[in-house]
C-alpha cells in the first residue's frame, strides 16, 4: 500500500500545481478523517486497531477520494464522504477483504447524488485565472464562505468532459468546441498533466510489481476502442479517444481505483474483462449517461458483476478437461 | 530438449542448499537401537516376523508385507529383537505406532546376499517380486511401494517414458544432489534395471539447472555406460518443479489426469534415490537398509549428508553433527515447505526421510499475524495446479469444505507456494488440509449412514413382509372360519327345509 501513495505523489503534486490550494485541504481532512474512522471502527468491531491502521488501506481509500473530488470544496464534503466510503462502504460490509463495492467509489457517487451542486464546482486550472488564490484565502472559502463568496463564479468552471457535454447538446460540433481556452487542444488545461502524471505512477506500480497490467491496460483500451469507433463514424460529434482517455479520471480509474483487488475479478482472464467493462461502461456514461464523468459509476456496476466474471473464468486446473 | 511450463510455482525459493549441497555422503555409526515403525509406506502396515529376543542379522526381514499395497521391513544391522509395542512415529500429529526395536550388538553381520550376475536374464515379473522382497518404497518422501508402480501385468497401457527425477525442489535437502554426484554410475545402472523391466524406450533424468557440477557428473556416467536410451536433461529451477505431475509436464507436456495415475499417460516416474535402491536390491541382491539424509538447518552446529541406517533415532544422527545449536527452534521432517514439525529428536528415521531440517526461528517460524484475504490473487498467480486459493480459502474458513471440492480443493498438493506469496500471510495450506480432512470425514460418515439406512431399510421391508404374511395368514384363517359357519348355515337351513316339506307332504297325505 505503500507504493500506491508513493505512485499517488506525481499526480497529487500536479494536481495541487495546477488547480490550487483546494486540493490540498480535500487530502487533509479525508486523511485525518479516514484515520480516526478506521480506528474508531475498528474499536466498535473489537478489532486490533494497530495492524490493520499501518496496512494504510484507509489511508489510500481517502487519498483517492480526495483527488476525485471537486477542486475546491466545502470542509464537510469531504468529511463526510470520507466517512461514507470507511465506515458504510468499508466496515458496515465487513472491513478489510469483505467490501463488494470500492469505498472511495462509493462514497463519490454518494456525494454526486445528494450534492451535486457542491460537486459540479471546478476551479478552473492555475494559467487560466487572473491572480492566483493563496493558501489563506483558499482555507477561507473552504472553511466559512464557498458558496456564499462573490468571487467563486469568476474562479470556477465546468470540467473539459461537463462542458464538451453540454455544448454537444446544444448540437455545436467537437471542432467548434476545442477552442475554448479550458481545453487547451487535446484534453483540457491542467488535466492532461494530472493524467499523465497518474499515468506516470501507474506505471511504477507495474514496474515495482504492485499491479499486474491487466486491468488498467483493458479499461483503457475499452474506452479506447470504444471512442475510436465513435470517432471514426462521426468526427464532428464525437471526441477523440485521447480526449477521453486523458480527461475525466480515466487514468486515475485505470491505475488506481479499478485495480483495488477487494472489488476485482480476480483471475487474469476476469481481470482483463472486467477492465474493459469499465472502460466501455465508462464510455457508455460519458456520452448517453446523466453524469459528464462516468467511471466512479462505472466501476460500481461492473464491481456488481464481479462474482460472475470471476465464476466463469476460472483457469483449467491441471489434469482437467 | 523442448520443455513445458507449469502454471506459477517459484522461481526464487532455489536457497539454502549451500549449507549442505557440497558435503560429501559420510556413513552414520550404527546406533544402539533401531526402531522400525510397521507402517512406514502407503497401504497396509508390515507384519512383524521376529518376536523379543529374537537374534536378527543386517538384511534379515523382519516385518512382512501385508497385501498388495504394502512393503517389508529389514533389520538394518545385527542385534536383538528388545522390543515390540508402541513407539513415537514420525506424523505430524506426534502419534505412537507399533513397532520393532532391535538392540544392536555392534558386530554388524550381514545376512549373505547373492549378486545378480546379469539381470537381463530376469523377466520382468521376477524383478517385480526382488524388487518387492527387498522393500522398496519410494524414497522422495512419498514412500510407495516400487514394486507396484513397476509391475505391468495389470496394466493395459505401455509405458513409452521412465522419468528419474533428481529435481530436488525444495530448499535445504542435497541427498539426492549428493547421491548423483558420488554414485552416478549405480543409478544409471539401475535405470537399465527399470528400462530392461519397463520395456521402455527412453528414460529421462531431470536435474535442475542450478547443479550444473551434478549434471556433469551424471552426464559422464551415462557417456560411460554408452546406452543411448538414458538421457539427462536441465530443467528451470522452480519450485516444485521436483512434483511427480509437474516434472512430467515440464518433460513430455502431458499432464495427469485427475484421479489417475502417471502409467495411464504412459509414464512411469520414479525418484533417483529410488533408483540406487533398485540398482542395490537387484544387482547387488541388497534390501533396502539405509538411506541418504541430509540434516541442516542454523540448529545444528555442522550440517551433513549421511548415510543411514533406517530405524536410527534423530538424536544420534544431531550426535554426529556435532549437536544443536542455540538457535534450535524446531525440528522438522521433510523439507521447510512440505516437510512437518516433530515432536522430539526421540522418533527414527523412516524410508521416506530424505532431511531433517533442525530450523532457527526465522527459518520456521511466522510470526505475522495473518490478515484478512484482499483478493489479490497472487495465490492463484502462484498454485502449480492452477487452483484458485483464494476461493478454496474462503469456502475452507466457512466450513463448506464441499464447494471447495467442487472447485477441485481435492487436486491440491499442498507444495505451500500460496502460502509464501500470500501479503497476508494467510497459512492457506493449513486451511486446505483441514477441509481435505472434513471431506474425508463427511465420506466416512456418509458411508456408515449409507450402512445404517439399507440396514433400516431392509428391517423395514422384513417387518413388512413379515406383517403382510401374518395378515395374509389371519385372513385365510377367518375366510375358513366364515367358510365353516356358511356351511353350517346352509346345511341348517338344508335341514329346516327338509323338515318343512317332510312336515307339508305328511299334512298333505
Known sequence: MLWVLIALLPGCITMIWQFGYGVLFNIIICLSTAVVAEAWMLKLRGRNIKPFISDLSAVVTALLLALALPTIAPWWLPFVGTLIAIVIAKHLYGGLGYNPFNPAMVAFAVLMVSFPKNMTVWVLPSSLLANDIGLAETAQLVFSSLSSSPIIDSITAATPLDEMKTRLNLSQTTDEIRHAAIFSNIAGEGWQWVSLAYLAGGCLLIGKKVISWHIPVSLLAGLFIASSIAYLVEPSISPSPLFHLLSGGAMLGAFFIATDPVTAATTLKGRIIYGLLIGLMSYIIRTWGGYPEGIAFAVLLINMTVPMIDQYTRPRVYGHK | ?509
Not at chain 2, 318 to 345: Q, S
Not at chain 2, 432 to 442: G, M, N, T, V
Not at chain 2, 459 to 476: I, M, N
Open chain 2, 1 to 509: 530438449m523442448k520443455l513445458w511450463r507449469f502454471n506459477g510455482g517459484l522461481p526464487s525459493l532455489a536457497e539454502h542448499k549451500n549449507e549442505s549441497v557440497h558435503l560429501p555422503i559420510e556413513t552414520a555409526p550404527v546406533p544402539a537401537q533401531l526402531i522400525y515403525p510397521l507402517l512406514q509406506h502407503i497401504g497396509n502396515p508390515a507384519v512383524p516376523l521376529v518376536k523379543v529376543g529374537d537374534k536378527v542379522l543386517r538384511g534379515q526381514k523382519i516385518a512382512d508385507a501385508q497385501g498388495l499395497i504394502s512393503s517389508p521391513i529389514h533389520a538394518g544391522s545385527s542385534g536383538t529383537v528388545s522390543n515390540i509395542g508402541e513407539h513415537l512415529i514420525p506424523h505430524p500429529s506426534g502419534f505412537s505406532a507399533p513397532s520393532i526395536t532391535i538392540t544392536t550388538d555392534g558386530e554388524d553381520q550381514q545376512l549373505e546376499h547373492t549378486p545378480c550376475a546379469d539381470f537381463r536374464q530376469l523377466s520382468a515379473i521376477e524383478l517385480v517380486a526382488i524388487i518387492r522382497e527387498a522393500g522398496l518404497v519410494g524414497l522422495g518422501g512419498a514412500a510407495f511401494p516400487t514394486a507396484i508402480k513397476l509391475d505391468q501385468q495389470h496394466k493395459t497401457k505401455p509405458i513409452e517414458t521412465l522419468i528419474l527425477n533428481g529435481a530436488e525442489c525444495e530448499p535445504y535437502i542435497s541427498c539426492d544432489d549428493r547421491l548423483l554426484k558420488e554414485r552416478a554410475i549405480s543409478v544409471i545402472k539401475g535405470v537399465e534395471v527399470l528400462l530392461h523391466m519397463l520395456a521402455c524406450k527412453q528414460a529421462i533424468l531431470a536435474i535442475e539447472d542450478n547443479a550444473p557440477d551434478t549434471f556433469s557428473s551424471v552426464q559422464a556416467a551415462i557417456d560411460a555406460n554408452g546406452n543411448p536410451q538414458i538421457k539427462v536433461v536441465k530443467i528451470p529451477t522452480i519450485y516444485p518443479t521436483g512434483s511427480e505431475k509437474q516434472l512430467i509436464k515440464t518433460l513430455t507436456g502431458k499432464e495427469v489426469a485427475s484421479g489417475e495415475i502417471p502409467a495411464d499417460i504412459g509414464v512411469v516416474s520414479i525418484n533417483v534415490g529410488t533408483v540406487y535402491a533398485v540398482q542395490q536390491a537387484v544387482i547387488e541382491g541388497k534390501p533396502l537398509t539405509s538411506r541418504i539424509v541430509t540434516i541442516t538447518g542454523e540448529g545444528v552446529n555442522t550440517p551433513h549428508n549421511l548415510e543411514v541406517r533406517v530405524g536410527s533415532r534423530i538424536n544420534t544422527l544431531i550426535e554426529v553433527c556435532n549437536g544443536y545449536t542455540n538457535k534450535a527452534e524446531r525440528l522438522i521432517m521433510g523439507g521447510p515447505m512440505m516437510g512437518f514439525a516433530l515432536l522430539n529428536d526421540e522418533i527414527p528415521v523412516v524410508k521416506a526421510t530424505n532431511c531433517i531440517l533442525v530450523a532457527s526461528k526465522n527459518e520456521a517460524v511466522t510470526d505475522k499475524q495473518a490478515m484478512p484475504c484482499i483478493r489479490c490473487g497472487a495465490c492463484a498467480s502462484a498454485c502449480p495446479v492452477s487452483l484458485l486459493p483464494q476461493q478454496l480459502y474462503w469456502h475452507s474458513r466457512a466450513d463448506q469444505a464441499e464447494k471447495a471440492a467442487k472447485l477441485n480443493l481435492l487436486d491440491c498438493i499442498e507444495c505451500g507456494c500460496c502460502d509464501v506469496v500470500c501479503p497476508s500471510h494467510i497459512p492457506l495450506v493449513q486451511h486446505f488440509r483441514h477441509a481435505k480432512s472434513a471431506l474425508k470425514a463427511d465420506k466416512h460418515q456418509k458411508h456408515l449412514a449409507d450402512i445404517a439406512r439399507e440396514r433400516f431399510e431392509a428391517r423395514e421391508q422384513r417387518l413388512a413382509l413379515e406383517k403382510a404374511e401374518r395378515a395374509e395368514k389371519s385372513r385365510k384363517k377367518k375366510a375358513a372360519l366364515k367358510a365353516r359357519a356358511a356351511k353350517k348355515e346352509i346345511e341348517a337351513a338344508a335341514s329346516r327345509a327338509k323338515e318343512k316339506q317332510q312336515a307339508t307332504s305328511n299334512d298333505e297325505s
